[in-house]
Nanobody, 128 residues
Framework: QVQLVESGGGLVQAGGSLRLSCAAS????????MGWFRQAPGKEREFVAAVRWSGGSTYYGDSVKGRFTISRDNAKNTVYLQMNSLKPEDTAVYYC?????????????????????WGQGTQVTVSS
């Protein structure tokens, strides 16, 4: 099992930036990919971005392409989500997740059911 702890959330004005961090511990050598999801009040959980632990290839949800960047630091077992040009509709609780099993293609990375472990989430609020 991998333990995930998110940090970096907060309140920011529209157009501003935030960087979220997700620190992983435990069976980190077994991690194949890590992803960020978000859930706004009254809405379903939405895929934001994912990164493969080996190689670093990335995959983004349509609503954040060009504004958000996911990256990882293997030495620190940490994944980051740099969020720029934030909009009020980005307001949500942001969750970090990890997956063990490798798989070809990218579509599975956007499916929350394909992830094994989850963090507790960090709140991001964007004011207009």
């Amino acid at each position: 099992q991998v333990q995930l702890v998110e940090s970096g959330g907060g309140l920011v004005q529209a157009g501003g930036s935030l960087r979220l961090s997700c620190a992983a511990s435990g069976r980190t050598s077994s991690v194949y990919a890590m992803g960020w999801f978000r859930q706004a009040p009254g809405k379903e959980r939405e895929f934001v971005a994912a990164v493969r632990w080996s190689g670093g290839s990335t995959y983004y949800g349509d609503s954040v392409k060009g504004r958000f960047t996911i990256s990882r630091d293997n030495a620190k077992n940490t994944v980051y989500l740099q969020m720029n040009s934030l909009k009020p509709e980005d307001t949500a609780v942001y969750y970090c997740a990890s997956r063990y099993a490798p798989r070809y293609g990218n579509n599975h990375l956007a499916d929350q059911n394909e992830y094994d472990d989850w963090g507790q989430g960090t709140q991001v609020t964007v004011s207009s």
